[in-house]
C-alpha cells in the first residue's frame, strides 16, 4: 500500500500577495502609463517656472543695464556741471567789480589832465566805499583790528612793540586789513602788536 503511505499535498487557495503578484497586464500598463504622465506633468511645470525665472532674469539684467547707463549719465552731467561751476562761479562777483575798475581808470584819465589831487583822492575814496557795499553783498566783511586784543586766529603779528600807551597784547597798527567771507577767516590782518616796555627802556628813560 504504498499509495497510501504517500502524503497527500492539497492545493489551497492562493494568498492575497500572490494575487498581488499576478496582476493583469492591463492594469499594469495603465499604471506605468500614469506614472509617465505625472513625470511629464511635473517636467513641463518645472520647465514653465525656469522659463518665467529666465524671464525675470533678463528683465532684472536689462533693468540693471538701464539703471547703470542713467548712472554713467548722470556722472557725466555732473562732471560737466561742475567743471563749469569752477569755470564761471566768480561769474556775477567779477560783473559787480567791472564798474569800480571803470571809475578808477576815469579817475586816473582824469588825474592826469588836473593839478588837484584832492578830487582824484575823493574820487578814489568814493570808489572804495563802493566796492566795499558790493563785497559786503558777497559776504565779504573786513574786521577792525586796531585797538583790539590781538587774536592770533584773526591776527598775523608782523612787529611787536613795546608801549606803555597801550595795554600788552593789543593791536597797536594794522599793516593789511583782515577780512571774513560769510563769518569765516578768509585773510588775517597783519599787525604790530604791543608789548609792556622792558625794565631797561624804563630806567633810559
Do not use: C
Request: net charge negative.
Amino acid at each position: 500500500m504504498e499509495e497510501s503511505g504517500k502524503k497527500e499535498f492539497s492545493m489551497g487557495p492562493e494568498t492575497e500577495g500572490d494575487q498581488l503578484s499576478k496582476e493583469h497586464p492591463e492594469t499594469k500598463s495603465h499604471k506605468n502609463k500614469k506614472k509617465k504622465d505625472e513625470r511629464e506633468q511635473e517636467i513641463e511645470e518645472l520647465k514653465k517656472r525656469l522659463e518665467e525665472k529666465e524671464k525675470e532674469a533678463r528683465e532684472h539684467y536689462e533693468r540693471l543695464l538701464r539703471t547703470a547707463a542713467d548712472l554713467d549719465n548722470l556722472k557725466k552731467r555732473a562732471a560737466k556741471e561742475k567743471e563749469d561751476w569752477i569755470k564761471y562761479a566768480n561769474e556775477d562777483l567779477l560783473k559787480a567789480i567791472l564798474p569800480f575798475i571803470d571809475n578808477l581808470e576815469r579817475a586816473v584819465n582824469h588825474a592826469e589832465k588836473v593839478v588837484d589831487t584832492g578830487v582824484l583822492i575823493e574820487g578814489i575814496k568814493l570808489t572804495l566805499r563802493q566796492i566795499h557795499q558790493t563785497l559786503n553783498r558777497f559776504g565779504l566783511v573786513a574786521f577792525e583790528s586796531v585797538g583790539q586784543p590781538f587774536d592770533p586766529e584773526r591776527h598775523e603779528a608782523m612787529l611787536v612793540v613795546e608801549t606803555d600807551q597801550h595795554e600788552p597784547n593789543q593791536v597797536v597798527e594794522e599793516f593789511q586789513r583782515g577780512y571774513l567771507l560769510n563769518e569765516r577767516l578768509l585773510r588775517p590782518a597783519t599787525v604790530s602788536v604791543s608789548k609792556a616796555p622792558s625794565k631797561e627802556t624804563q630806567v633810559a628813560e
